[in-house]
């Protein structure tokens, strides 16, 4: 089987993803509570670049 021909991609780009897991003290299970939190803290999220 021939190998395709090779093309020049465009530049590449980096992406960070950060994961976060809510757990429930004391003995630190993985909570099913991640909706609950998301609510309270509605007006604190923001979208977008961090203009720093």
């Given at each position: 089987?021939?190998?395709?021909?090779?093309?020049?991609?465009?530049?590449?780009?980096?992406?960070?993803?950060?994961?976060?897991?809510?757990?429930?003290?004391?003995?630190?299970?993985?909570?099913?509570?991640a909706?609950?939190?998301i609510a309270?803290?509605?007006?604190?999220?923001?979208?977008?670049?961090?203009?720093?």
């Amino acid at each position: 089987m021939p190998l395709a021909d090779f093309h020049r991609s465009d530049p590449f780009t980096l992406g960070i993803e950060l994961e976060l897991q809510v757990v429930n003290p004391p003995g630190y299970d993985l909570s099913q509570d991640a909706s609950t939190l998301i609510a309270d803290v509605q007006h604190e999220l923001t979208v977008g670049r961090s203009q720093t």
